[in-house]
């Protein structure tokens, strides 16, 4: 007989929603009143369902920690497994999957909330909206666009901030730099127009790689483990971000899935692709925004949970440094880029989940954190790229 347990990290939370009343709609009428109800979330699965109290009831009959027996001819225990909210040692394919990545849940040290956060934040096969809704990226929104988003949500919020009343203003000496480091700071931008007939030099590549993933240092950590030295900070010296290199168009480099070896400064092949494949799976994996998709090369930036939950053992704020790590690594890439003459760009707008699963990772294992790119700029300007008026305070 086969056997169950509650997954790890259920969560239940209410939800409002509107019910038909019986009265009125026996009398003919529909009125809707409000009501509120169950849902569970399953970060085994990263989707939340409507649970009845019956179901609640038989999951709470099953302690996350203990197998008991399966109920033989259990409809509600059968859909709770299939939810990702109860774990069985059957040997079924996608609930083996679920057992298996609740283990690795638990053996990982995540954090409750954390995970949560995560797995239920995490996209797959999004495509976001079509140019022009993006009014977001255009230099200034289409009137009309603008005026709708005013209207229903009101003005935004002032760009600069200032305290209603300061116990004091000092004004600072005023003397900005442009040459090295502040002048590289002054180009940085984000690129939305790559040339699509060009290639990038494989010793640009090779520069990029190097100068913003390469190890400079190392010091042991514990036994004959390091803790890096890289151009970036990382929490705790740990450098859980790891980077896949989609590349695109590379002169003498096969388009391809690759996996940057830090240890050696070298590229593993995950899978060779075609033009057209490596474009589309590029696309894919930016939820759509061609115009990231067409950079000479994507780097997709994944966090390797444990080799910092190792060391943080399910603390609240660890998985938060995970995303400042690859907030800091896409800073250093766009000034390389910017020191090289090449666009860059950043972005969270990503199918991590698709990423996950070309790149074979467990997702509670190794998972997406962002994607930033970098290529040969088109010429001239495009309109995804706003203008900014020079500014200098006061
Ligand atoms: C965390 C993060 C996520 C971003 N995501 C997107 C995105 O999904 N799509 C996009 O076009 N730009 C994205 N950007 C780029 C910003 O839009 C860009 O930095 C901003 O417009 C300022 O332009 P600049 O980088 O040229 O100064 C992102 C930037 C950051 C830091």
């Given at each position: 007989?086969?056997?169950v347990c509650r997954a790890p990290f259920v969560f239940?939370?209410?939800?409002?929603?509107?019910?038909?009343?019986?009265?009125?709609?026996?009398?003919?009428?529909?009125?809707?009143?409000?009501?509120?109800?169950?849902?569970?979330l399953s970060v085994l699965t990263g989707d939340?369902?409507?649970?009845?109290?019956?179901?609640?009831?038989?999951?709470?009959?099953?302690?996350e920690s203990?197998w008991?027996?399966?109920?033989?001819?259990?409809?509600?225990?059968?859909?709770?497994l299939?939810r990702g909210l109860l774990l069985t040692d059957e040997d079924d394919p996608q609930l083996e999957r679920l057992r298996r990545l609740g283990e690795q849940l638990e053996s990982t040290q995540w954090h409750r909330h954390a995970t949560l956060f995560h797995a239920m934040t995490r996209?797959r096969?999004?495509?976001?909206?079509?140019?022009?809704?993006?009014?977001?990226?255009?230099?200034?929104?289409?009137?009309?666009?603008?005026?709708?988003?005013?209207?229903?949500?009101?003005?935004?919020?002032?760009?600069?901030?200032?305290?209603?009343?300061?116990?004091?203003?000092?004004?600072?000496?005023?003397?900005?730099?442009?040459?090295?480091?502040?002048?590289?700071?002054?180009?940085?931008?984000?690129?939305?127009?790559?040339?699509?007939?060009?290639?990038?030099?494989?010793?640009?590549?090779?520069?990029?790689?190097?100068?913003?993933?390469?190890?400079?240092?190392?010091?042991?950590?514990?036994?004959?483990?390091?803790?890096?030295?890289?151009?970036?900070?990382?929490?705790?010296?740990l450098?859980p971000?790891e980077?896949?290199?989609?590349?695109?168009?590379?002169?003498?480099?096969?388009?391809?899935?690759?996996?940057?070896?830090?240890?050696?400064?070298?590229?593993?092949?995950?899978?060779?692709?075609?033009?057209?494949?490596?474009?589309?799976?590029?696309?894919?994996?930016?939820?759509?925004?061609?115009?990231?998709?067409?950079?000479?090369?994507?780097?997709?930036?994944t966090a390797r949970f444990y080799r910092s939950f190792w060391k943080y053992r399910r603390h609240?704020?660890a998985y938060?440094?995970l995303?400042?790590?690859?907030?800091?690594?896409?800073?250093?890439?766009?000034?390389?880029?910017?020191?090289?003459?090449?666009?860059?760009?950043?972005?969270?707008?990503?199918?991590g989940a698709?990423i996950e699963e070309?790149l074979g990772l467990d997702p509670v294992v190794e998972g997406a954190i962002?994607?930033?790119?970098?290529?040969?700029?088109?010429?001239?300007?495009?309109?995804?790229?706003?203008?900014?008026?020079?500014?200098?305070?006061?």
């Amino acid at each position: 007989v086969s056997r169950v347990c509650r997954a790890p990290f259920v969560f239940v939370r209410l939800e409002e929603t509107e019910l038909l009343e019986v009265g009125a709609l026996l009398r003919g009428g529909t009125k809707l009143s409000p009501a509120s109800r169950l849902v569970a979330l399953s970060v085994l699965t990263g989707d939340e369902s409507p649970l009845t109290p019956e179901e609640l009831e038989r999951l709470l009959a099953f302690p996350e920690s203990e197998w008991a027996d399966r109920p033989a001819d259990d409809p509600v225990v059968d859909s709770l497994l299939e939810r990702g909210l109860l774990l069985t040692d059957e040997d079924d394919p996608q609930l083996e999957r679920l057992r298996r990545l609740g283990e690795q849940l638990e053996s990982t040290q995540w954090h409750r909330h954390a995970t949560l956060f995560h797995a239920m934040t995490r996209w797959r096969g999004v495509e976001v909206p079509e140019l022009p809704e993006r009014a977001e990226l255009l230099p200034a929104p289409p009137e009309e666009y603008a005026a709708q988003f005013v209207a229903e949500f009101g003005p935004p919020p002032p760009h600069f901030y200032e305290l209603e009343e300061p116990a004091l203003v000092i004004d600072l000496p005023f003397d900005r730099h442009d040459t090295g480091l502040y002048a590289t700071l002054r180009r940085r931008r984000t690129t939305r127009a790559f040339d699509p007939e060009a290639q990038l030099p494989s010793e640009q590549l090779a520069t990029i790689l190097d100068t913003v993933f390469g190890c400079y240092g190392t010091t042991e950590l514990q036994g004959d483990s390091l803790a890096l030295k890289k151009t970036s900070p990382s929490a705790g010296s740990l450098h859980p971000i790891e980077v896949y290199p989609l590349l695109l168009r590379i002169a003498g480099i096969e388009p391809g899935l690759y996996h940057y070896r830090t240890r050696d400064h070298a590229l593993e092949r995950v899978e060779a692709l075609d033009d057209e494949e490596a474009s589309s799976l590029a696309t894919r994996f930016v939820a759509g925004q061609t115009y990231f998709a067409g950079a000479q090369a994507l780097f997709l930036l994944t966090a390797r949970f444990y080799r910092s939950f190792w060391k943080y053992r399910r603390h609240e704020r660890a998985y938060s440094t995970l995303l400042l790590d690859a907030g800091h690594l896409s800073q250093t890439l766009y000034l390389v880029a910017a020191e090289l003459g090449l666009g860059a760009f950043v972005t969270a707008a990503i199918n991590g989940a698709d990423i996950e699963e070309r790149l074979g990772l467990d997702p509670v294992v190794e998972g997406a954190i962002a994607v930033c790119g970098a290529g040969v700029r088109a010429a001239g300007r495009s309109e995804l790229e706003p203008e900014y008026e020079p500014y200098e305070p006061r």
